[in-house]
């Protein structure tokens, strides 16, 4: 059925009417008070499963083998019945059930830990099969730590014997890759003593430069360790490491590409902070120490200098991959344009120009050019997936709040559908209030997906946007770009940090501006009811424009807080906005504003079918000049 039909809503409806029940089944469930009405009034449920699984869980020291196993056969193929294996086959273990986990387990798992599993079982049950160790060889050699399902049986490889030290030392190898310490530590716990005396010396080093270390082996194993350990300590302390460098490099022999990963980690952390010894830094870098971060970095360091042909001399240095990106052309362009370069300017402008994002629509802006955009839009039968039990389990489980229930359910449904039934997927889930999909469920390195806007850029709670946008003089497009950056559209989600709902408030945010702008406010959980959230986030919105005065200030001290921007704009408050958002200090806020400006093109797009034009809408000229969309030929042929 195609988007614009009539869907057939009749399996989540079924499900929505018993949502509550089911909810509050679970909660007893997983508190040891589910009654046994309960449990028959919800037996053709089709969430009964999980309902199951949640007492399983609860009860997972006390079942019998024969309740466990004959829930995994009825729910073998489904996502439920892989979770519960998750804690079945430990629980097997430390029962010491070995016929039972040997049967169940596979030794060949691509999972550590179900691998380790399978290799316990056999080793205890079978003392004289030795096949066991074999399989366990990629595990023991990844130089990461094991995991608790894992320890055991990594033990017994030790107390058996099973382990050789050239077995030891490959672990130890690829912990030095990983920057492992402690695994180290461990694994040299059965070397000879001279040689558990350099690995212990080894991890000492990783973890801090020590004068020490001068007498390690001067081979090729003690330069990796060298050269790992000093760029650790260049993250911390850029002018340390520059100082201690020199005597490594003379008493290991370090080569240019050693010592060039300690001399790029230095300049970087100087140059992000743009310290007054950054481009000295930058400078001593050998060529073969370059790498995309660091070609990065040096752009910034010239811009935040105004060195505008430095900049455009660090651009035009990259490798043709990294420097053919649309925000890369945009400043050759734009650094070309202020050394009087016009020619080179406008070639660069209309190429960055084709790409649909944040730094093509500056380029178009540049030139007067409309804004590229190419739209994905198939028709979607969406009756092709609707009666899919997995995904009508998906969606339940999403809206009782059991994310992450609803997470496995949803890869369960999708994995096997072609790309189209995804789509119809992710269509119905939208339709259900379940908008993330329109993230995680592309691929968006996929051109075509990465263009099936519809979906990616959802427009939900519309009437309060529009509302609360005008009420504070805002543009709807900011702020449903704000909620699409934030929170998905996800209504009752809490970040670590504490922020909360859809604008992604923290309480103390929401209270205050609730106090300013006379909103009833019942304490944190006002944030989770989204008219609410909007009106509170659109008035933070406002307050932060009428402090900076420009969107891409608004919109960083939005993300990193007012004391950062205060910072770099008394540094370079002079710099035009694109200058300015590219010589941010946090890569995390660096990368938000454009992402949030990006957005509210899109927004405005699918809301009035044009633009403002970007530049306008980053100087909070809401009446600006206002843009088409066209397709390219490149984009159109593909």
Not at 570 to 591: C, L, N, V
Request: net charge positive; glycine share 6%.
């Amino acid at each position: 059925m195609n988007v614009g039909g009539t869907a057939n809503a009749e399996p989540g409806a079924v499900l929505a009417n018993t949502d509550a029940a089911m909810k509050a089944a679970l909660l007893d469930a997983e508190m040891g008070r589910l009654s046994a009405a309960q449990k028959t009034a919800l037996a053709g449920h089709p969430l009964f499963g999980w309902l199951e699984y949640a007492e399983l869980r609860r009860n997972l020291n006390t079942i019998t083998l024969g309740e466990g196993n004959a829930f995994l056969q009825r729910h073998a193929n489904d996502a439920v019945g892989k979770t519960f294996r998750d804690i079945w086959l430990p629980t097997l273990s430390r029962r010491m059930q070995w016929a039972e986990l040997s049967r169940l387990a596979d030794l060949n798992a691509k999972s550590d830990n179900e691998r380790c599993l399978a290799a316990y079982a056999r080793a205890m049950g079978s003392p004289n099969d030795t096949q066991w160790a074999i399989a366990l060889q990629p595990v023991y050699a990844n130089g990461k730590p094991f995991s608790e399902s894992c320890q055991p049986v990594m033990q017994l490889l030790e107390s058996r014997a099973l382990i050789g030290n050239s077995q030891r030392w490959q672990r130890i190898d690829n912990a030095i890759e990983n920057n492992q310490p402690n695994v180290i530590r461990d694994a040299a716990v059965g070397l000879p003593p001279e040689e558990a005396g350099i690995a212990n010396a080894y991890a000492s080093f990783l973890t801090a430069v020590q004068d020490s270390a001068m007498s390690l082996p001067k081979d090729e194993r003690s330069r990796k360790v060298i050269t790992s350990g000093l760029v650790r300590l260049a993250k911390s302390s850029p002018i340390t490491a520059e100082m201690t460098l020199p005597r490594y490099v003379a008493a290991f022999d370090l080569d240019s590409s050693q010592s060039g990963k300690v001399l790029n980690e230095i300049a970087v952390q100087s140059a992000v902070s743009y310290e007054p010894e950054a481009l000295r830094r930058l400078n001593a870098v050998p060529a073969v120490a370059y790498d995309e971060r660091f070609n990065e970095v040096r752009v910034r360091e010239a811009m935040a200098r105004s060195d505008w042909r430095g900049a455009r001399a660090a651009i035009r240095a990259m490798p043709a991959e990294q420097r053919d990106s649309a925000r890369w052309r945009y400043f050759d362009a734009r650094f070309s344009e202020l050394i009087g370069d016009q020619a080179s300017a406008r070639e660069n402008y209309r190429k960055a120009a084709e790409k649909s994002e944040f730094y093509g629509y500056l380029a178009a802006d540049r030139i007067n050019a409309p804004y590229a955009l190419c739209e994905y839009a198939p028709a979607l039968r969406l009756a092709s997936v609707q009666s899919n039990p997995a995904l009508q389990r998906a969606l339940a489980l999403r809206r009782i709040g059991r994310k992450e229930w609803a997470a496995k359910e949803w890869a369960a449904a999708v994995t096997p559908m072609s790309r189209e039934q995804r789509f119809a997927a992710i269509e119905v889930a939208q339709k259900d209030g379940w908008f993330d999909r329109g993230v995680f469920g592309f691929d968006l390195k996929d051109p075509e997906e990465a263009r099936f806007y519809r979906l990616r850029f959802p427009i939900h709670h519309a009437d309060t946007i529009q509302r609360e946008a005008a009420k504070n003089a805002l543009d709807p497009a900011w702020v449903a770009a704000e909620i699409r950056a934030e929170s998905l559209f996800d209504a009752e989600v809490k970040s670590p940090a504490g922020a909360m709902g859809l604008m992604q408030l923290m309480p103390a945010t929401g209270m205050a501006t609730a106090n300013r702008i006379g909103l009833p406010y019942a304490g944190s959980q006002t944030l989770y009811e989204p008219d609410a959230n909007i009106a509170l986030g659109s008035a933070y919105l406002r307050e932060m424009w009428n402090k900076y005065g420009q969107l891409p200030y608004a919109i960083a001290a939005y993300n990193a807080g007012p004391g950062p921007v205060a910072r770099w704009t008394s540094q370079r408050g002079s710099f035009d906005p694109d200058t300015w958002i590219e010589t941010i200090s946090y890569k995390e806020t660096r990368e938000y504003v454009p992402r949030v400006l990006a957005f509210s093109v899109m927004y405005d797009w699918r809301m009035r079918g044009d633009a403002l034009r970007l530049t306008d809408r980053m100087a909070g000229r809401m009446s600006g000049n206002r843009t088409r969309f066209v397709c390219p030929a490149a984009h159109a042929a593909r």
